[in-house]
T-cell receptor
């Protein structure tokens, strides 16, 4: 039972480079989320999806894009990496939206932009 | 929107002592308050949650209390053990925010053997 799987675990990017953070879940959850975690700042929602083909912006979407072509996969795209995007990124999924439904998190991707 | 503040940011206790982490929230319509534990190198994991129609909930050595009037809730860990060392996050959910969770800034708990 893998749960939520994120790849890669670590990545170093140069300013202006692009990359895609991969996220897959095997729990047949409709809802999926991308958060970033900065020291002392908790978790900030970047984008979320309520099902295949449907995505929406969270609190901090600038500089990111997402797609949801299948229930299982929810990749996060960084087009022009900036130092401000240095962070730890977590993907999560849930059975229903937010309230009363636990979030299941992956183990994160630590991204450094230099 | 919702704002969740969490204190303290770091907490060090002796093994066997109790630990208390406190959170305040701003949106009086918030109705769900989960707590997550994040171990080193892992993603956060739900450890306990409480709904707004309940004042206290216990699960073995952990408990959460909620004061809706004052808009604050707390995590209590009794008889702490070294394996309780982790970062703990509180969160709040409000239908005003589409039932999305707003997280506190986290508390790093260190239990000294």
């Amino acid at each position: 039972n893998a749960g939520v799987t994120q790849t890669p675990k670590f990545r170093i990017l140069k300013i202006g480079q692009s990359m895609t953070l991969q996220c897959a879940q095997d729990m047949n959850h409709n809802y999926m989320y991308w958060y970033r975690q900065d020291p002392g700042m908790g978790l900030k929602l970047i984008y979320y999806s309520v099902g295949a083909g449907i995505t929406d912006k969270g609190e901090v979407p600038n500089g990111y894009n997402v797609s949801r072509s299948t229930t299982e996969d929810f990749p996060l795209r960084l087009e022009l990496a900036a130092p401000s995007q240095t962070s730890v990124y977590f993907c999560a999924s849930s059975k229903i939206r937010g309230a009363f439904s636990p979030l299941h998190f992956g183990n994160g991707t630590r991204l450094t932009v230099t | 929107g919702e704002n969740v503040e969490q204190h303290p940011s770091t907490l060090s206790v002796q093994e066997g002592d109790s630990a208390v982490i406190k959170c305040t929230y701003s949106d009086s319509a918030s109705n769900y308050f989960p707590w997550y534990k994040q171990e080193l190198g892992k993603g956060p994991q739900l450890i306990i949650d409480i709904r707004s129609n309940v004042g206290e909930k216990k699960d073995q050595r952990i408990a959460v209390t909620l004061n809706k009037t004052a808009k604050h809730f707390s995590l209590h860990i009794t008889e702490t053990q070294p394996e309780d060392s982790a970062v703990y996050f509180c969160a709040a959910s409000s239908h005003n925010a589409g039932n999305m969770l707003t997280f506190g800034g986290g508390t790093r708990l260190m239990v000294k053997p």
